[in-house]
């Protein structure tokens, strides 16, 4: 049997789309969804007032 009758399911550049969605988009969107759920839910803003003098 010969190795050049063969069907091609995944393409040659699928190794660098995985490896870019992966390694890239992946964490990206696991850092946005983590700040969402554990940020600060005030919106990070102190107001501080001031003190009297008595």
């Known amino acids: 049997m010969s190795d050049k009758n063969y069907d091609v399911l995944v393409p040659d550049s699928a190794a660098k789309w995985f490896g870019i969605v992966a390694g890239l988009l992946l964490p990206v969107f696991f ?6 759920i554990y940020g ?15």
């Open 31 to 36: 850092g946005v969804v983590g700040a969402q």
């Open 40 to 54: 600060n839910t005030n919106g990070g803003s102190v107001q501080v007032y001031p003190v009297s003098e008595d």
